[in-house]
């Protein structure tokens, strides 16, 4: 019913959402294995923690980060889109939390942040994102899967829908509807 293009982060992360939403999903991956740049990113993740925080002394506010990462983008982002990223931000931390992955307590200031509000996982680099979405796929009894080593390559349309996809790996060409 899904089919994302790319194993890294954000691909993976629309993968589980897609399935925890009830649709049978496939994610192609062109590379051998999943993590993208993601893996290999320094992976502190922005939010504002009515746990963590407060525990260190630190005073934040959705209102702040809103404010903060408007004007670190020069005033040139989306302030609809950016309240969506400032608002969801710690709800996706527990949603990472619920699959099992891990963030250091201490919560800092990541290079060229504005105000220690970063999440270090436990893990190193973005590995314990990537580990933690590749272990929900594996729970889902095939109803989410990744084929590796295969690339889109391109989208088939009918008017101006997507309905499908055009796949290759070594030895096979898919089309994907």
């Known amino acids: 019913e899904v089919v994302v293009i790319g194993a890294g982060g954000a691909g993976l992360a629309a993968a589980v959402s897609a399935h925890e939403n009830g649709a049978k999903v496939l994610v192609l991956e062109k590379m051998p294995r999943a993590g993208g740049d993601t893996i290999i ?9 009515p746990v963590r925080q407060p525990a260190q002394g630190i005073e934040d506010s959705i209102d702040k980060h809103f ?16 309240r969506v990223l400032v608002e969801n931000a710690y709800p996706t931390i527990d949603w990472l939390e619920g699959m099992g992955m891990q963030f250091k307590e201490h919560v800092h200031t990541v290079l060229g942040g504005l105000w220690p509000r970063a999440h270090a996982p436990v893990k190193p680099l973005g590995t314990g994102f990537i580990e933690t979405y ?44």
């Open 41 to 49: 990113s320094g992976a502190s993740y922005n939010a504002v923690d």
């Open 67 to 82: 404010q903060q990462t408007f004007e670190g983008g020069d005033k040139l982002g989306d302030p609809a889109l950016i």
């Open 134 to 177: 590749l272990n929900y796929i594996d729970k889902t009894n095939g109803e989410a899967q990744v084929m590796y080593n295969t690339k889109a390559t391109s989208l088939i349309l009918e008017g101006n829908k997507i309905v499908g996809v055009k796949a290759e790996d070594r030895q096979n060409i898919y089309t994907i509807k």
